[in-house]
């Protein structure tokens, strides 16, 4: 079956500075997705990448799929307050589930 | 509103009580899921719906029971809850689209086993 596993585990990283979280299939990767998670709260979309090579940006946020789709990148410039909270990828899997990475949780400090 | 909500926010049972956790999504997607996440494990999925009257198990179903004769509902029952069940709830939807997968997640439910 196939796993994901996300790196780092946690993340404290100072305002302002550069971060990647990653996200490392056992299987060649169909869909991967990311999601924010804000402490208590439920799971925020954030995109999606289907292509190797493929790459998407949402303000200060890009991921990257690899060439040979095993792998995902999150990538956050100047990081601020509002970017703390758990990160997780998923991956499409049979019978239109989701696996799922078990997170990565960013501390910004100020 | 329309969205995804979940029922109650937070519960605290005894060991052996049955309990039930609603959903409720309002887009009419035709895939619902519900997953527990515990430190350490991410999220698992417990069982999924592809549409009404169709359920399946997923990874963790020992203890779980769904049912969902509507579309729009998708409750979860611990038939006779235990301390290991102590966990956060998320329900989620999907349309499913063309191979696209964007599940909406609910704002949890957290609950404590005593």
Request: proline share 3%; charged share 20%.
């Amino acid at each position: 079956s196939q796993e994901l596993e996300q790196s780092p585990q946690s993340l404290i990283v100072q305002e302002g500075k550069n971060l990647t979280i990653n996200c490392t299939s056992s299987k060649t990767l169909y869909g991967l997705y990311w999601y924010k998670q804000k402490y208590g709260e439920g799971l925020i979309f954030l995109m999606m990448l289907q292509k190797g090579g493929e790459e998407k940006s949402h303000e200060k946020i890009t991921a990257k799929l690899d060439e040979k789709k095993q792998q995902s990148s999150l990538h956050i410039t100047a990081s601020q307050p509002s970017h703390a909270g758990i990160y997780l990828c998923g991956a499409d899997a049979s019978n239109y589930q989701l696996i799922w990475g078990a997170g990565t949780k960013l501390i910004i400090k100020p | 509103d329309a969205g995804i909500t979940q029922s109650p926010r937070y519960k605290i049972t005894e060991t052996g009580r049955q309990v039930t956790l609603m959903c409720h999504q309002t887009w009419s997607h035709s895939y619902m899921f519900w997953y527990r996440q515990d430190l350490g494990h991410g999220l698992r999925l417990i069982y999924y719906s592809a549409a009404a009257d169709i359920t399946d198990k997923g990874e963790v179903p020992d203890g779980y029971v769904v049912s969902r004769s509507k579309t729009e509902n998708f409750p979860l029952t611990l038939e006779s809850a235990t301390r290991s069940q102590t966990s956060v709830y998320f329900c989620a939807s999907s349309a499913w689209d063309s191979g696209y997968n964007e599940q909406f997640f609910g704002p949890g439910t957290r609950l404590t086993v005593l």
